[in-house]
Protein backbone atom coordinates (compact mmCIF):
# COMPACT_ATOMS: atom_id res chain seq x y z
CA UNK A 1 0.00 0.00 0.00
CA UNK A 2 1.01 3.63 -0.75
CA UNK A 3 -0.27 6.98 1.02
CA UNK A 4 0.13 9.98 -0.95
CA UNK A 5 -0.96 13.50 -0.29
CA UNK A 6 -0.85 16.15 -2.45
CA UNK A 7 -0.24 20.00 -1.26
CA UNK A 8 0.76 23.63 -2.59
CA UNK A 9 -2.28 24.23 -4.38
CA UNK A 10 -3.91 27.65 -4.31
CA UNK A 11 -4.92 30.62 -6.28
CA UNK A 12 -2.72 32.47 -8.38
CA UNK A 13 -3.03 34.99 -11.16
CA UNK A 14 -2.08 34.30 -14.79
CA UNK A 15 1.36 34.49 -15.16
CA UNK A 16 2.22 32.75 -11.76
CA UNK A 17 3.89 29.90 -10.50
CA UNK A 18 2.84 27.74 -7.72
CA UNK A 19 5.16 24.33 -6.99
CA UNK A 20 2.87 21.38 -5.79
CA UNK A 21 4.03 18.35 -3.69
CA UNK A 22 3.34 15.02 -3.17
CA UNK A 23 4.69 12.89 -0.03
CA UNK A 24 4.70 9.06 0.08
CA UNK A 25 4.31 6.45 2.69
CA UNK A 26 3.91 3.14 3.23
CA UNK A 27 5.82 1.42 0.89
CA UNK A 28 9.55 2.07 -1.08
CA UNK A 29 8.77 5.34 -2.98
CA UNK A 30 11.82 4.01 -5.05
CA UNK A 31 10.16 1.41 -6.56
CA UNK A 32 7.29 3.45 -7.91
CA UNK A 33 7.17 5.15 -11.25
CA UNK A 34 5.52 9.28 -10.13
CA UNK A 35 3.01 10.97 -12.28
CA UNK A 36 0.50 14.01 -12.00
CA UNK A 37 -2.59 14.06 -13.53
CA UNK A 38 -5.28 16.94 -13.60
CA UNK A 39 -8.93 17.11 -13.84
CA UNK A 40 -10.78 20.08 -14.78
CA UNK A 41 -13.36 21.43 -13.14
CA UNK A 42 -16.71 19.91 -13.89
CA UNK A 43 -15.49 16.59 -15.02
CA UNK A 44 -16.43 13.96 -12.55
CA UNK A 45 -15.07 10.40 -13.68
CA UNK A 46 -11.19 9.38 -12.91
CA UNK A 47 -11.03 8.59 -16.65
CA UNK A 48 -11.07 12.26 -17.28
CA UNK A 49 -8.20 12.81 -15.77
CA UNK A 50 -5.25 14.25 -18.19
CA UNK A 51 -2.09 12.95 -17.52
CA UNK A 52 0.57 16.27 -17.35
CA UNK A 53 4.07 14.79 -15.99
CA UNK A 54 5.56 11.32 -15.43
CA UNK A 55 8.73 10.60 -13.71
CA UNK A 56 10.11 7.19 -13.68
CA UNK A 57 10.87 5.89 -10.26
CA UNK A 58 15.28 6.53 -10.34
CA UNK A 59 14.27 10.23 -11.66
CA UNK A 60 16.16 9.73 -14.99
CA UNK A 61 12.93 9.89 -17.42
CA UNK A 62 10.83 12.26 -17.59
CA UNK A 63 7.77 13.34 -20.13
CA UNK A 64 4.81 16.15 -20.09
CA UNK A 65 1.70 16.67 -22.12
CA UNK A 66 2.52 18.98 -24.44
CA UNK A 67 0.02 21.81 -23.12
CA UNK A 68 2.21 21.87 -19.99
CA UNK A 69 5.89 21.63 -21.53
CA UNK A 70 8.49 24.00 -21.23
CA UNK A 71 6.33 25.32 -18.31
CA UNK A 72 5.91 22.69 -15.57
CA UNK A 73 9.07 20.36 -14.54
CA UNK A 74 8.58 17.30 -12.57
CA UNK A 75 10.97 16.23 -10.02
CA UNK A 76 11.64 14.11 -6.95
CA UNK A 77 13.21 13.58 -3.98
CA UNK A 78 13.67 9.70 -2.91
CA UNK A 79 15.29 10.46 0.15
CA UNK A 80 12.12 12.48 1.25
CA UNK A 81 9.44 10.15 -0.47
CA UNK A 82 8.21 13.19 -2.22
CA UNK A 83 7.71 14.39 -5.83
CA UNK A 84 7.26 17.70 -6.54
CA UNK A 85 5.40 19.91 -9.64
CA UNK A 86 7.11 23.50 -10.11
CA UNK A 87 4.41 25.25 -12.41
CA UNK A 88 5.50 28.40 -14.06
CA UNK A 89 3.64 30.72 -16.38
CA UNK A 90 0.31 29.51 -15.11
CA UNK A 91 -2.53 30.11 -17.78
CA UNK A 92 -6.37 29.44 -16.78
CA UNK A 93 -7.00 26.73 -18.36
CA UNK A 94 -4.60 25.23 -16.22
CA UNK A 95 -7.16 25.61 -13.39
CA UNK A 96 -7.67 21.95 -11.89
CA UNK A 97 -7.29 19.41 -9.30
CA UNK A 98 -3.78 18.17 -9.37
CA UNK A 99 -3.71 14.01 -8.30
CA UNK A 100 -0.41 12.27 -7.84
CA UNK A 101 -0.07 8.88 -8.67
CA UNK A 102 2.44 6.20 -8.06
CA UNK A 103 2.75 3.28 -10.26
CA UNK A 104 4.74 -0.29 -9.67
CA UNK A 105 4.32 -3.70 -8.87
CA UNK A 106 1.47 -3.89 -10.79
CA UNK A 107 -0.11 -1.27 -8.56
CA UNK A 108 -1.16 1.80 -8.99
CA UNK A 109 -2.16 4.22 -6.25
CA UNK A 110 -3.87 8.05 -5.94
CA UNK A 111 -3.69 11.03 -3.98
CA UNK A 112 -7.08 12.76 -3.16
CA UNK A 113 -5.39 15.85 -5.04
CA UNK A 114 -5.19 19.63 -4.46
CA UNK A 115 -6.77 22.82 -6.44
CA UNK A 116 -4.98 25.34 -8.37
CA UNK A 117 -6.84 27.96 -9.60
CA UNK A 118 -5.58 30.58 -12.42
CA UNK A 119 -7.83 33.77 -12.44
CA UNK A 120 -6.97 37.29 -12.14
Known amino acids: QVQLVESGGGLVQPGGSLRLSCAASGSIFSDYDMRWYRQAPGMEREKERD????????????MYASSVRGRFTISRDNAKNTVFLQMNSLKPEDTAVYYC?????????WGKGTLVTVSS
Open 101 to 109: SAVGRGRSY
Open 51 to 62: LVAFISSGGGKT
